[in-house]
């Protein structure tokens, strides 16, 4: 059975001070449509700007993971968005008034519990997941930090963390499924050694701190006195280490809480790859800069993915978006050589093209009398010219312009192409145009069955007009 996308059934507010900024913020969760992810949205600043929660946004990784769109930056918003992901919602705006996620209590069991008063309702469209079919590795060296994700049919992720630190020692966290998220891993608290509070005090972070939402660990003496003035500049009474290595003010909700908070972190972290995953994660000392360097490299094969092998479809009833007289009026080409006959479909990143071929080609006179194949070289000059279209469509006067393709690289003939056979010639933009350069992936298909694909370079020009 299908999974559906999920949002909430009403709005609903938390209040807290942001750990670093020690503002005090109000976030409103918000129901979203299908399809439209995380965004958070700054609601204190002018036309209130929206900001897309994925991991090309992301701008910092120390002390929590920032986002930063324009200008505008949301800090510390990984324990709200592990929160989310991890209880399977898809679709949701988070408001915010102010420039950081609250702290709230070092966990994110509070966004939780106001999302699960709020009610999480199904919606129509289904789960969009992106499932893992190879192994994808990211490794951090200087960190001595790696992730791995393999082939599953469903999330599960293990967690190994090693500090050098005879209190911590190597932990080990697992989450078998996402339904115990809740239970297992939305109460875990962040952790911080004793000896990084004062110099994290000292470059004005951690203002919003506070030893209730943190376990501080201590793995090397410290006289009391010490212990009363960092005590005393979160305005607490004393404390005193226990023989376990943690200070007095706090009791471990598990034993290996720690490593348990480090998942949390990783879960908000994957939340950036912007659609729900399946594989099974095995993640060695992982931190907020190689989790979001790992949910950027699986964004990356998601790209891929996205261009490679799915075929358009096609209802020949259909009015198509251009006909051949109106290609005419785009395209320089002229018969034996315009070898598009209709444009199906196009948007400002992606076209499709199609062209039928009958026995009647000029070029099956000799490409070959007894065994009829379309030639390679007409496949890739028909792709060109259906994004040549799409290039012009960059441009408000196309008829003022002339696309010259520079290069064809990485060309790949995997189905004959014969008489009877229409073709659909999908291509897509890698990335933008930029100074007159377009970088295109394209593929034909017969059917279903991928026949062709090349990687394609352009340039857009403008025509020079004789005076």
Request: proline letters at 6%; a negative charge.
């Amino acid at each position: 059975m299908n999974e559906k996308q999920k949002t909430i059934k009403k709005p609903i507010t938390v209040k807290g001070t942001g750990l670093h900024t020690g503002l005090h913020v109000d976030l409103t969760f918000k129901p979203a449509p299908e399809n439209f992810g995380y965004k958070f949205q700054r609601i204190d600043l002018e036309n209130k700007p929206v900001i897309k929660a994925v991991a090309e946004y992301v701008v910092g990784t120390s002390r929590g993971t920032t986002i930063e769109k324009d200008g505008v930056k949301i800090e510390t918003i990984e324990h709200v968005l592990s929160a989310i992901y991890g209880l399977g919602i898809d679709n949701i705006l988070i408001e915010i008034n102010g420039p950081e996620v609250p702290i709230m209590n070092g966990s994110s069991i509070r966004f939780v519990e106001a999302l699960l008063e709020a009610g999480i309702e199904e919606q129509d469209a289904e789960k969009n997941y992106f499932e893992i079919k190879e192994e994808i590795r990211y490794c951090d060296n200087d960190r001595n930090s790696e992730i791995v994700i393999y082939p599953d049919d469903h999330l599960n992720i293990n967690v190994l963390v090693d500090y050098n630190s005879y209190v911590l020692g190597n932990q080990y966290s697992l989450l078998k499924e996402l339904s115990d998220y809740e239970k297992e891993i939305a109460p875990c608290r962040t952790f911080v050694f004793f000896n990084e509070l004062e110099p994290l005090l000292n470059n004005n972070l951690i203002k919003g701190g506070d030893l209730d939402n943190a376990i501080v660990i201590m793995d090397k003496e410290v006289e009391q006195e010490k212990i009363d003035r960092i005590a005393k500049l979160f305005n607490k009474p004393s404390v005193k280490p226990r023989p376990n290595g943690m200070l007095n003010n706090v009791d471990l909700r598990f034993s290996n809480e720690p490593a348990r908070h480090k998942l949390l972190d990783l879960i908000g972290d994957l939340s950036l790859i912007g659609r729900p995953i399946k594989g099974k994660i095995v993640a060695t000392r992982p931190g907020h800069s190689v989790n979001t360097k790992f949910s950027q490299q699986i964004r990356h094969f998601i790209r891929i993915a996205e261009k490679k092998g799915i075929a358009p479809d096609y209802d020949p009833n259909k009015k198509p978006l251009l006909d051949i007289n109106q290609i005419k009026k785009i395209l320089p080409h002229r018969q034996p050589f315009l070898l598009v006959d209709k444009i199906i479909s196009a948007d400002e990143n992606s076209i499709v093209g199609l062209k039928n071929v009958t026995m009647n080609e000029a070029f099956f006179a000799g490409h070959f009398p007894d065994e009829p194949i379309m030639p390679g070289v007409l496949q890739i000059e028909a792709m060109a010219q259906v994004g040549g279209i799409l290039i012009l469509n960059s441009v408000p006067d196309p008829e003022n312009y002339s696309t010259y393709f520079l290069k064809i690289d990485d060309v790949k003939f995997k189905h004959k192409i014969v008489p009877g056979d229409t073709i659909l010639f999908k291509l897509v933009f890698v990335e933008p145009i930029r100074r007159g350069l377009a970088h295109m992936k394209g593929q034909a298909f017969v059917g279903k069955t991928l026949a062709m694909e090349a990687d394609l370079l352009a340039q857009i020009a403008k025509m020079k007009k004789d005076n």
